[in-house]
């Protein structure tokens, strides 16, 4: 095949359309959890974070809920992927391979946002959120109280007590969280993310009739079963508030979404010194953790 200008742009237009083609058809699992925040900056500042808002009876005048300043400012990162195309392979009508090679960089675009998320949560119990503890913590400050939404237990169906002392523990200090003001939040998990290792026992607890002591089972339909291939911890498990239309328990801060780019001038250093053309990927985002409370992480070490 001869190389030259018009070749080369044929050649990288189908590439790209296989790179966007796949990028679309590939959405990923990250929006059951998550939610994504538009930003138009070198990064944001969540100060909005600081504030749970709910209403309150009007008595007197308004209550002005002041947001606190700002100290959770989030900058967005670079990422990218890059595929080098050897000129001989276009002499030599060997680009086949590259259709692969362009399908494959756009489902590593495509899992840019479950790779954030994914990241978030292995991260939980050691990176701190807006209020400066831990996203799982025990002493998250509410007003004059600290407030945990961490817990130790392994996640377990054997029998009606380990059940509550687990997944029902869980699921009862997400419901009794509140405000600052001592008004119940009014929360309801839904969904509970595991590990592989721990799927079945998760699908016990959600979605059995009886437990594996063959006693009633009362938490059958309580959440849907997220099973995470991606978590590093082969026994934390996590208990999400998901159905909340305004926040999710994680964000994703986009500046830029994945794009295709290339790089085909044959004055480039590249061409010249390796025979090489290059394609690829680019994007500029950032992981943050949301409002705590909307989310509850055992290690599963007790």
Same mark, same amino acid.
């Given at each position: 095949?001869?190389?030259?200008?018009?070749?080369?742009?044929?050649?990288?237009?189908?590439?790209?359309?296989?790179?966007?083609?796949?990028?679309?058809?590939?959405?990923?699992?990250?929006?059951?959890?998550?939610?994504?925040?538009?930003?138009?900056?070198?990064?944001?500042?969540?100060?909005?974070?600081?504030?749970?808002?709910?209403?309150?009876?009007?008595?007197?005048?308004?209550?002005?809920?002041?947001?606190?300043?700002?100290?959770?400012?989030?900058?967005?990162?670079?990422?990218? $992927?890059?595929?080098?195309?050897?000129?001989?392979?276009?002499?030599?009508?060997?680009? #086949?391979?590259?259709? $692969?090679?362009?399908?494959?960089?756009?489902?590593?675009?495509?899992?840019?946002?479950?790779?954030?998320?994914?990241?978030?949560?292995?991260?939980?119990?050691?990176?701190?959120?807006?209020?400066?503890?831990?996203?799982?913590?025990?002493?998250?400050?509410?007003?004059?109280?600290?407030?945990?939404?961490?817990?130790?237990?392994?996640?377990? =169906?054997?029998?009606?007590?380990?059940?509550?002392?687990?997944?029902?523990?869980?699921?009862? @200090?997400?419901?009794?969280?509140?405000?600052?003001?001592?008004?119940?939040?009014?929360?309801?998990?839904?969904?509970?993310?595991?590990?592989?290792?721990?799927?079945?026992?998760?699908?016990?607890? =959600?979605?059995?009739?009886?437990?594996?002591?063959?006693?009633?089972?009362?938490?059958?339909?309580?959440?849907?079963?997220?099973?995470?291939?991606?978590?590093?911890?082969? $026994?934390?498990?996590?208990?999400?508030?998901?159905?909340?239309?305004?926040?999710?328990?994680?964000?994703?801060?986009?500046?830029?979404?994945?794009?295709?780019?290339?790089? @085909?001038?044959?004055?480039?250093?590249?061409?010249?010194?390796?025979?090489?053309?290059?394609?690829?990927?680019?994007?500029?985002? $950032?992981?943050?953790?949301?409002?705590?409370?909307?989310?509850? #992480?055992?290690?599963?070490?007790?």
């Amino acid at each position: 095949m001869l190389v030259n200008k018009d070749t080369l742009a044929s050649i990288f237009t189908g590439l790209k359309t296989i790179f966007n083609n796949t990028l679309k058809a590939a959405p990923g699992n990250w929006s059951a959890t998550a939610m994504e925040v538009q930003s138009d900056a070198e990064g944001e500042d969540y100060m909005w974070l600081s504030r749970f808002p709910k209403l309150r009876k009007w008595l007197g005048d308004k209550v002005v809920k002041n947001l606190k300043a700002g100290k959770y400012y989030k900058v967005n990162e670079d990422w990218e $992927t890059t595929i080098a195309v050897k000129r001989n392979h276009i002499d030599d009508d060997r680009l #086949g391979i590259y259709n $692969t090679q362009a399908q494959q960089a756009g489902e590593a675009a495509s899992e840019l946002h479950d790779i954030i998320v994914d990241d978030l949560k292995n991260k939980a119990f050691t990176e701190a959120c807006f209020d400066g503890q831990f996203y799982y913590d025990t002493d998250h400050p509410v007003k004059d109280a600290s407030v945990s939404n961490k817990g130790t237990m392994a996640l377990s =169906c054997a029998t009606k007590a380990a059940a509550v002392a687990s997944y029902g523990a869980a699921r009862t @200090t997400v419901m009794s969280f509140k405000d600052e003001e001592g008004m119940p939040l009014r929360l309801i998990p839904d969904t509970l993310e595991v590990p592989p290792a721990l799927e079945a026992t998760a699908r016990t607890l =959600c979605e059995s009739d009886k437990l594996d002591d063959n006693s009633p089972n009362p938490y059958k339909g309580s959440a849907t079963v997220l099973v995470n291939p991606a978590l590093t911890s082969a $026994t934390g498990w996590m208990l999400h508030v998901t159905k909340k239309a305004s926040v999710k328990p994680f964000i994703v801060q986009m500046r830029k979404k994945p794009i295709f780019v290339s790089q @085909t001038s044959a004055d480039n250093d590249d061409v010249f010194n390796r025979a090489e053309y290059k394609f690829g990927a680019e994007a500029r985002a $950032t992981g943050l953790y949301g409002y705590w409370q909307l989310s509850y #992480g055992s290690t599963g070490a007790a």
